[in-house]
């Protein structure tokens, strides 16, 4: 049982604080991800938690036990890390039975282990070669399966896939959820790419300047971004973002662009702003739908603009125009040609725009 | 001939009188070290020998006197002794010593670290010899002179710079995540030195073995001032034992220098691949 506490802890480099009184519950068997910008004090965070960096402030606890004055190899942990780190004078299999050998197992066990890893990752033909001789997906299998022979009670994977070409990387992360799926242990993953987080985790904590923006489940943070910067993080294309001032229309509350383009405030909206607020509405691609090759939605607000650029991708196609002067991105799903110049008429669900307060950054 | 085949003649032929200019003189002392001492006085100069003999060698190592000079035999078997005790220790002393201090500015961070490292480099640029008087006066007072612990000491602290120098490259090119990752994997910060970044940086460490070995083993002129009897003095030392008021015996001073050169061509050639490393990596190091 290994669930994992962050409790008000922080970290400074200097006089930099990387990481700002962060509290985090990490439930037992969770698969959780630690994602943001660089910077962000994702990576900290993680080497906090596997001893690797000081603990400033705060404590952080593995089960119930605090962890705070522990040695790396006293934590029962495993870590991935980027470059793989292994170690190149040991053959795959050495490099596997290294922390076993460490721990004085004897010989059978650690051979009964190594093969049962080596089973579980795919890489029992490769026992006898060195790291060199290995290719980068291979290097990363090996990676994890150092760090499954030691049955550690919380995996820690520190942005393992982005050395990574792009076809390996989404293959090497179907792996990562199935090695999850099979030792069902703690995983604290980190990235700064969000489409990682959204596919492997169970629940996604957004970073960002040493501060924990939101965590939720990916559906909660893509559905219901608290913040502005969660809201274009999350999703790809990133969520389209206007500034606009509320203003008051044939009384109703309205947003009205830099441009002066006018639009409606949702209804559900109405009551939680005032006028002269400064606000940015966002709403994702799909949710701006060219009327003639999509179905309109039930609460649509029309305009009409030029295509910039269209860019087909077989099941969708992303077409970027202008709303004013600012240019969106709008996503089709019927296969049409479009070309750029064509003048279409688009209409946006305002059901479904996410309105945030300009200065605080939070949603309304 | 295209412009690149003459290119490639210049480049050999330039290579090729670059190599005679250094491996003549070399040459030309395991030449005389085989030749009569009157065909080396020849003048004028006797370029391709007459006759060569194993004469001085005998002489040297077994104290024959048949065609030597009358001279009575210089010690080379105590001086062989000296030399491997003095070369040996130190190097050992100064590796040890030099790797863990390396280690200690590749890995740690400390106030005004590289002011220590500046600081270590900087004992280099004094000449060795200029240091033999203060040597000598200190030794003298508290005994070190003509002793083996003497001249290792010295050795030791003229090859601890370069040591750390060297290794602090090479633990630096070592990721860091090799060593957290040894630590994760239950070793403690000694064990993961021990068994990851230790043989992961032993070309370097041989590297700078052989050159502190080279350089205790060749050293002259301190040693000559500190070593005063067959009890500390060491082979190249010993070459002076040739000279006589008058005369100098060439031959046998020769075939003494051959029998230093030996020993350390062997070394050299049986760690070469590491020489090599260690050199380009030093030259390519920021």
């Known amino acids: ?364 | 001939m295209n412009k690149k085949q003459i290119n490639n003649i210049l480049i050999w032929f330039s290579a090729i009188v670059l190599i005679i200019l250094i491996m003549t003189p070399g040459l030309w002392v395991v030449l005389t070290a085989f030749r009569p001492q009157v065909d080396v006085m020849a003048k004028p100069a006797v370029w391709i020998p007459r006759n060569l003999n194993l004469i001085q060698f005998e002489t040297m190592l077994f104290g024959g006197s048949e065609g030597s000079m009358g001279r009575s035999p210089i010690p080379v078997l105590s001086y062989l002794r000296n030399s491997l005790i003095i070369s040996f220790t130190s190097t050992f002393i100064a590796v040890l010593v030099g790797t863990i201090g390396g280690y200690g500015f590749a890995r740690h961070n400390f106030k005004h670290k590289n002011k220590y490292f500046l600081l270590i480099m900087l004992t280099r640029t004094i000449p060795g010899i200029s240091l033999s008087l203060p040597i000598f006066i200190i030794f003298s007072k508290i005994g070190l002179i003509d002793t083996h612990i003497g001249i290792i000491l010295v050795f030791v602290a003229l090859n601890i710079p370069f040591t750390v120098w060297l290794t602090d490259g090479f633990f630096r090119q070592i990721p860091r995540a090799m060593s957290e990752v040894a630590m994760t994997d239950g070793c403690t910060k000694l064990q993961a030195f021990w068994h990851i970044e230790l043989p992961l940086s032993r070309s370097g460490i041989a590297s700078a073995g052989i050159f502190a070995f080279l350089i205790s083993w060749n050293e002259y002129a301190l040693v000559s001032n500190l070593a005063r009897s067959t009890d500390s003095k060491t082979l190249t030392v010993g070459l002076m034992d040739f000279t006589a008021q008058f005369t100098i015996n060439w031959p046998g001073m020769c075939a003494l220098a051959v029998f230093i050169i030996i020993p350390a061509l062997i070394l050299t050639f049986m760690v070469q691949k590491h020489l090599v490393t260690g050199l380009t990596f030093g030259g390519v190091k920021g």
């Open chain 1, 1 to 364: 049982m290994a669930k994992v506490s962050l409790q008000g802890v922080s970290k400074f480099y200097g006089k930099v604080q990387a990481v700002k009184k962060i509290d985090l519950e990490i439930i037992d068997k969770e698969f959780l991800v630690l994602v943001g910008p660089s910077g962000c004090g994702k990576s900290s965070s993680l080497r906090m938690i596997a001893g690797l960096e000081e603990i400033d402030e705060g404590v952080i606890k593995i089960g119930d036990k605090e962890m705070n004055n522990l040695e790396p190899r006293e934590r029962n942990v495993s870590m991935v890390f980027q470059n793989y780190a292994l170690y190149p004078h040991m053959t795959v299999e050495e490099n596997l039975g290294f922390s076993l050998k460490i721990a004085g197992l004897d010989k059978k066990e650690i051979e009964e282990r190594v093969h049962e890893a080596a089973g579980i990752l795919d890489i029992t033909e490769f026992l006898q070669r060195k790291p060199s001789q290995l290719s980068g997906g291979q290097r990363q299998r090996v990676a994890m399966g150092r760090a499954i022979v030691r049955r550690p009670d919380v995996f820690l994977f520190d942005e393992p896939l982005s050395n990574l070409d792009a076809k390996l990387r989404n293959q090497m992360r179907t792996e990562i959820k199935r090695l999850h799926q099979k030792v069902s242990t703690t995983i604290v993953y980190v990235t700064h790419d969000q489409v990682e987080a959204m596919t492997l985790a169970d629940r996604i904590v957004i970073m960002k300047d040493g501060i924990i923006e939101q965590i939720g489940t990916p559906l909660d943070l893509f559905e219901r971004p608290a913040t502005k910067f969660v809201a274009t993080f999350i999703g790809s294309p990133s969520m389209n973002m206007i500034k606009a001032s509320i203003v008051k229309q044939n009384n109703e509350l309205s947003m009205k662009t830099n441009d002066g383009i006018i639009v409606p405030v949702p209804k559900d909206k109405q009551n939680s702003l005032s006028v002269g607020q400064n606000i940015s509405f966002g709403f994702r691609a799909e949710d701006i739908v060219p009327l003639k090759f999509g179905q309109k939605p039930s609460s649509a607000w029309e305009m009409q603009s030029s295509v910039n650029l269209a860019e087909p991708l077989g099941t969708e196609t992303l077409i970027f125009t202008n709303f004013g002067e600012i240019e969106i991105v709008s996503r089709m799903f019927t296969p049409e040609q479009v070309k750029s110049n064509d003048v279409l008429d688009f209409a946006l669900n305002l059901d479904r725009t996410y309105l945030f307060d300009e200065n605080s950054g939070l949603a309304i």
